[in-house]
C-alpha cells in the first residue's frame, strides 16, 4: 500500500509560479512511477505529467510542455511538479498518483494504470 499526500497548492496570480509536492509513504518508492493529474470544476480529470521511478524519462502533456517541470528525489520519497507561467485555465485540483506500470507509449496518460491516489491540492489562477 502506498499513500500520497500532495502539498503547495494555492492562489497565485496568472503568470506567477507553484511548486507541488507529492509525498509518498513507501519505503521502495524509486520503483513506482509517479503521474499528476488535473480536474477542473464541470471537467474530466486530466494527465499533466508523469515520471519514471528513476527519473530518467518524464512525459508532458502538450498544454503544460515548457512550463511544468517535473523531477523527484526518492531519498525523501517526493516527487515536485514545478509550475511556472501559470494560466487561469490551469486552475483545477491537482492529484499524484502512483503505479508500477510503464508509462511509455501514451499510457501516462490513462488513469487506470495508476494504483494509488492522492486526496489533491487545489490551484487557482486569477486572471
Known amino acids: 500500500q502506498v499513500q500520497l499526500v500532495e502539498s503547495g497548492g494555492g492562489l497565485v496570480q496568472a503568470g506567477g509560479s507553484l511548486r507541488l509536492s507529492c509525498a509518498a509513504s513507501q519505503r521502495t518508492f524509486s520503483s513506482y512511477n509517479i503521474g499528476w493529474f488535473r480536474q ?4 474530466e480529470r486530466e494527465s ?7 527519473g530518467s524519462s518524464t512525459y508532458y502533456a502538450d498544454s503544460v510542455k515548457g512550463r511544468f517541470t517535473l523531477s523527484r528525489d526518492n531519498a525523501k520519497n517526493t516527487v515536485y511538479l514545478q509550475m511556472s507561467s501559470l494560466k487561469p485555465e490551469d486552475t483545477a485540483v491537482y492529484y499524484c498518483a502512483a503505479t508500477r506500470k510503464p508509462l511509455y507509449g ?6 487506470v494504470i495508476y494504483d494509488y491516489w492522492g486526496q489533491g491540492t487545489q490551484v487557482t489562477v486569477s486572471s
Open 40 to 43: 477542473a470544476p464541470g471537467k
Open 48 to 54: 499533466v505529467a508523469a515520471i519514471t521511478g528513476s
Open 106 to 111: 501514451g499510457w501516462y496518460e490513462r488513469r
